[in-house]
């Protein structure tokens, strides 16, 4: 496959290292993460692709955000799907306007929540 599309394939390894740079948990610290990442935006602008300069002129535009994320390593992935979810039933039932029974119909998607102190 990397030999029909050498151009993807030019993507591959670049690829790997941006996402083995972000799980490298010994990164703690903002300004470590943002070094590492710049040293990835120099080495990929090199490949000479344009699609992945117009991806380096993301990140570098956003680079202190990102960095924030070798510190707090928290991701907003959970609320997303919950609120897809909502958005799913209320799909599904077409607006529905009785409100016990869109409760009931997120309880039983999403599970009762458990109160505070159980297992």
Do not use: Y
Not at 9 to 34: I, K, M, N, V, Y
Not at 41 to 60: M, S
Not at 100 to 117: E, I, N, S, T, Y
């Amino acid at each position: 496959m990397k030999s029909q599309f050498s151009r993807l394939a030019q993507l591959a390894d670049p690829r790997e290292a941006l996402r083995e740079l972000f799980e490298d948990r010994s990164l703690t610290t903002a300004a470590a993460g943002s070094a590492r990442l710049t040293e990835w935006l120099t080495a990929a602008r090199t490949l000479g692709l344009t699609a992945l300069h117009k991806f380096c002129d993301t990140l570098e535009r956003w680079q202190d955000k990102i960095a924030n994320d070798f510190v707090s390593r928290s991701s907003n992935g959970p609320t997303e799907g919950f609120n897809n979810g909502l958005r799913t039933i209320l799909r599904r039932t077409f607006g529905m306007l009785n409100f016990r029974h869109f409760r009931l119909r997120v309880l039983d998607r999403f599970g009762k929540p458990q109160p505070q102190g159980s297992t």
